[in-house]
């Protein structure tokens, strides 16, 4: 083997393009579509957020159908579907394996973990967007008097802060665990187990609002409560609690752990 | 080029990569060799910044892994065929690949065509593939952004013999268009037949290393007189060594210093030549005997 025009040893790489943010929001846009497991998981938000607008008309009566109700019964149920997104999208790399081509095409592992928060954020207000669309034609066939009465600007952000923060808190356990199952499970189960233990336990009922995302939240949920300072501060240590510190553990891990 | 310059890795009191050096030139195949477990997926993996080193560092041309602004441009890896999201199509696996590298999706389907994937099997889920299906679609994706360098993994597992005919010429080709191939394999035939310059690895450590012609031949003649008791004793009294080996002797000398002894002493020579190259081969059975987990070719 010696009849080869040999390369220079050095790698010229001053005519390649570093590859853009941009470009990585798509490839994770993909990644949202391209399997039937995320494909059905995206419909099944669709059709189950329909069919709550058509069971809850159907149920209702007629000066309930206003369009503050309506979004308020999708959002509990998405709040329950839409964090299931974030974390397919971040575990399936690692119970898939393909964490090994992704982070060999692009090493730059934060950018990664940052796409997939931009396009899980996308796709929450997509659903978002779809809940208020189908709440307006229900208030708007539902006869109630004053139907858009409080859908405003206040409503509209409450609302999508509530699913935002189910979206990145999805995101942080999944960067925990990188497992669905337990990432899942553990997004579900802790506020139920919180509930039951700080029944019991009145010291826990009673800083519930501080360390409890689900009591924090509350007001968030509720279209006619005013939000005060202390709403707020319960708001921002829950969030530092379940959102911010799995998150940033999360994320340390991936960033530091053998891709193997 | 690659060049990896000391570098080990430990897990805990485990030296799993211990203190390995060694290049891969442009226009070369060069195999990395070694039973399961000696460390070759390791080095790999450091090699493209998936598992960082305990010390020591690894260039590609020059840069760092991570430095690289598009290392799929410049380097086609394959780690493990079996890392595919089973959900995906193949077809899939490598748009992804090729709209992270900015690539038209042309390139995707020129990729498939090079490892007949055919356009039904490409839009099939990858879990309904064989693992030579998966090996080639590997393959495809490593070559995707027109590397130059290539690290391959145990490129020929699961390919039957005609992918492994196929992949050999495909490889052999690369390197003689000035490509560097990195390759890994615990099968010695299978690395013997395509690489040029051979890496020798057990328990961590880099045991041999050199050209398929340096490792192959050991220093030394083999030779068979009619007069052998003469011979060896004339070769004595020059002061070279010499020992009975099957029907003849084995010397460490040169052939031509043996030959010129025979002549002097007018011995009738039947066989003279450089000794065998079986030294690869016992060297690498010696090192898979502690370590060896499934059948080593014999």
Not at chain 2, 168 to 188: D, F, K, P
């Amino acid at each position: 083997m010696s009849t080869t025009t040999a390369e220079p040893a050095t790698l010229d790489i001053s005519g390649t393009a570093r590859i853009g943010f941009l470009r990585l929001l798509r490839v994770e846009m993909r990644k949202l579509v391209d399997t039937r497991a995320s494909r059905w998981l995206l419909i099944m938000i669709g059709v189950v957020t329909a069919a709550i607008i058509v069971i809850f008309f159907l149920v209702s009566k007629t000066n309930d159908r206003t369009f503050n109700n309506f979004t308020g019964a999708t959002g509990i149920l998405q709040s329950y579907l839409l964090p299931v997104l974030p974390i397919m999208l971040v575990t399936s790399e690692w119970s898939q394996r393909t964490a090994l081509t992704t982070f060999t095409l692009v090493p730059n592992r934060g950018k990664v973990v940052l796409a997939k928060v931009v396009v899980s954020v996308l796709a929450g207000i997509a659903a978002v967007l779809l809940a208020f669309a189908l709440a307006g034609i229900g208030a708007a066939l539902g006869g109630a008097n004053d139907a858009f009465h409080g859908a405003g600007a206040d409503w509209f952000g409450r609302f999508g802060l509530l699913e935002t923060m189910g979206i990145l808190e999805g995101l942080a356990f999944g960067l925990l665990f990188l497992n669905s199952a337990a990432a899942i499970v553990v997004y579900l189960v802790v506020p139920i187990a919180f509930s039951i233990v700080a029944n019991v336990w009145s010291a826990l009922r009673d800083a519930a609002p501080w360390i409890d995302l689900g009591t924090a939240q509350t007001p968030l949920q509720d279209p006619n409560a005013h939000i005060d300072g202390h709403d707020w501060l319960h708001l921002l240590t829950a969030t530092l609690i379940w959102i911010v510190l799995p998150f940033t553990v999360g994320l340390w891990r991936v960033l530091r752990a053998e891709v193997k | 080029m690659i060049t990896v310059d000391g570098v080990s890795k430990s897990y805990g009191g485990f030296r799993a990569v211990d203190d390995v050096s060694f290049t891969c030139l442009p226009g070369q195949v060069t195999g990395f060799l070694g039973p399961n477990g000696a460390g070759k997926s390791t080095t790999m993996r450091i090699m493209v910044g998936l598992t960082p080193p305990s010390s020591g560092r690894v260039t590609i041309g020059g840069h760092r892994y991570a430095d690289l602004p598009n290392p799929g441009r410049h380097v086609g890896v394959l780690l493990d065929a079996s890392a595919q999201h089973a959900g995906r199509t193949g077809r899939e696996v490598l748009m992804i690949g090729a709209v992270t590298m900015g690539l038209p999706t042309s390139r995707v389907d020129e990729m498939l065509e090079l490892v007949s994937l055919t356009r039904a099997e490409s839009r099939r889920r990858v879990r309904n593939y064989s693992l030579g299906m998966r090996q080639r679609l590997g393959i495809a994706h490593a070559l995707l952004g027109d590397p130059s360098i290539l690290i391959l993994d145990e490129p020929a597992n699961g390919l039957d013999p005609a992918g492994i005919h196929w992949m050999r010429g495909l490889l052999r080709e690369y390197a003689e268009r000035g490509g560097t191939v990195c390759l890994s394999s615990h099968l010695l035939h299978e690395v013997e037949r395509i690489a040029d310059e051979l890496i020798l690895i057990g328990q961590g450590r880099i045991v041999a290393q050199g050209t398929k012609q340096d490792l192959l031949q050991t220093r030394g003649a083999y030779v068979k007189a009619v007069e052998q008791e003469v011979l060896r004793d004339a070769l004595h009294r020059e002061g070279i060594s010499a020992q009975p080996s099957g029907e003849g002797l084995r010397s460490d000398a040169e052939a031509i210093q043996i030959g010129k002894v025979a002549a002097a002493h007018q011995i009738t020579l039947i066989e003279l030549r450089p000794a065998e190259g079986e030294g690869l081969e016992e060297l690498f059975l010696q090192l898979t005997g502690d370590t060896q987990r499934e059948g080593v070719p014999a």
